[in-house]
């Protein structure tokens, strides 16, 4: 039997099961809120599927696509290496940040199934092909470079742009020739606008919100925050999100990057304002939209801070998160797109690798011990490829960047090697300590040392 080895203990597959079940939480709160909406085709006036069971279903779908593709992968790929949990989580996120339900207050004619807002058969198919071409085009093909979900929702719904994005009930023309939606470059707030057709966009969001079957609007603060019956399932309450975004965040606070979601929300909530300060309208209205569409409030916890899309450092994480709520912001506001919020997170994802070169810590001689975790013994230790995290960068006592040293070591670029100061270590070994995917950075890094010292 080897002998048992201390390390953290955080591991790639405990911070996987601690986000699953998050989701799962929010998965469930979800299909019970909305277990009261049973949504009525536009067509036919024939009620369609109740939207509680859609949603276990979705949820279902998109676990068992994401979980049997990597499964199938790993047996026949070479170099495919097998992540159940990590799809699993992949799967629930492509359930969550789906669209279903019907605006009550929807004035076109549209077959609700084909375009995936309801089932059977649309959000089902959707689903199913957004969580396997995710997986094998976005976690294995471009592994790292853009969030799977919010990629791979673009690519399978761009054919339908202009009915699944930019849903054309949000702008019908009405008799007199105005519009049923306030545009966002405009003022927006809770009364009628002018005498041309237009209604309020609190009225517009609540007819777009409430449950189906409602005569009497719910209040916007409550459907905003409290409960949505359409949009991003897993944004149906934004404070359930925000509690158990939280409750995450408290219990893997070293390897979720919180400093984006921060972020984010600050320069949406920034951006907002200032918007109501260039077109005017109720200034509350439009900040708690901003914040708490379902896209928003979702995006902001559970996939901008995806890792493995995300700068490592502290400082190009802030600058991610302010970048994406600012996108989000301009592309709602002129692009009359909803949920641009994944747009702008796939944009930023695409600049992540020059944003990551931002915040390196100026590495030292002089060593300096930090706060580390307490020990846990291992009989037994599973590796795995780098998450991103940045973990190793915040324990190093001479402010080395391990990670990366591993990989220019891994390339034999001993320029890059000696510029990142490779020969400063002295083997504390607290980077291999703090890696949740258990990989011998220390091994890698000194040896890193060992070269450099050699071709001197």
Not at 342 to 356: E, G, K, R, T
Request: aromatic share 10%; glycine share 8%; charged share 15%.
């Amino acid at each position: 039997m080897s002998k048992p080895k201390e390390y953290a203990s955080m591991t790639k597959d405990k911070l996987m099961t601690y986000t699953f079940g998050a989701l799962i939480v929010l998965a469930v709160i979800s299909a019970v809120m909305w277990s009261q909406a049973t949504p009525i085709d536009a067509r036919t006036g024939q009620p369609l599927m109740n939207l509680g069971l859609t949603v276990a279903i979705v949820c279902l779908i998109a676990v068992g696509v994401a979980v049997g593709t990597d499964f199938f992968l790993y047996k026949v790929v070479s170099d495919s290496p097998l992540n159940t949990m990590s799809a699993a989580v992949f799967g629930l996120i492509v359930a969550l940040s789906y669209s279903l339900g019907i605006p009550i207050m929807t004035r076109v004619d549209v077959d609700a199934s084909a375009l995936g807002v309801a089932a059977p058969p649309g959000a089902f198919i959707y689903v199913a092909l957004i969580s396997f071409i995710g997986l094998v085009l976005f976690k294995k093909v471009f592994r790292g470079r853009v969030n799977p979900a919010a990629a791979a929702k673009l690519v399978v719904l761009l054919p339908f742009i202009n009915s699944a994005f930019l849903a054309k009930e949000h702008f019908a023309t009405l008799e007199g020739g105005g519009l049923s939606m306030p545009l966002l470059a405009g003022p927006i707030g809770r009364e009628v606008i002018g005498n041309n057709g237009l209604i309020s966009f609190v009225e517009y969001l609540q007819g777009c919100y409430d449950l189906p079957s409602a005569t009497i609007y719910a209040d916007f603060n409550w459907l905003m925050i409290v409960q949505k019956f359409h949009g991003w399932v897993g944004g149906a309450s934004s404070i359930a999100v925000i509690i158990v975004g939280i409750a995450l965040f408290v219990l893997a606070r070293r390897f979720i990057k919180w400093r984006i979601t921060l972020t984010y929300f600050a320069s949406v909530a920034l951006m907002a304002l200032l918007m109501a300060v260039v077109y005017g309208g109720a200034m509350d209205v439009r900040l708690v939209f901003s914040l708490f569409i379902g896209s928003s409030i979702f995006l902001g916890f559970f996939m901008a801070t995806d890792p493995a899309t995300t700068p490592l450092t502290h400082k190009g994480q802030l600058l991610f998160g302010i970048g994406v709520g600012v996108l989000t912001v301009l592309i709602q506001t002129y692009m009359n797109f909803f949920g641009g919020s994944i747009l702008a997170l796939v944009i930023m994802n695409l600049l992540s690798p020059q944003i990551d070169k931002i915040g390196l810590m100026k590495p030292t001689t002089e060593k300096k011990e930090p706060k580390l975790p307490k020990a846990t013994q291992f009989t037994s230790v599973k590796t795995y490829e780098c998450i991103k995290c940045g973990a190793c960068l915040r324990v190093c006592c001479h402010k080395l960047s391990p990670i990366y040293i591993k990989q220019a070591f891994d390339k034999m670029n001993v320029e890059k090697m000696s510029k990142l100061n490779a020969d400063y270590c002295t083997g504390c070994g607290h980077c291999s300590f703090i890696c949740p995917s258990r990989i011998d950075l220390k091994g890698s890094v000194l040896r890193a040392k060992s070269m450099l010292r050699g071709s001197e």
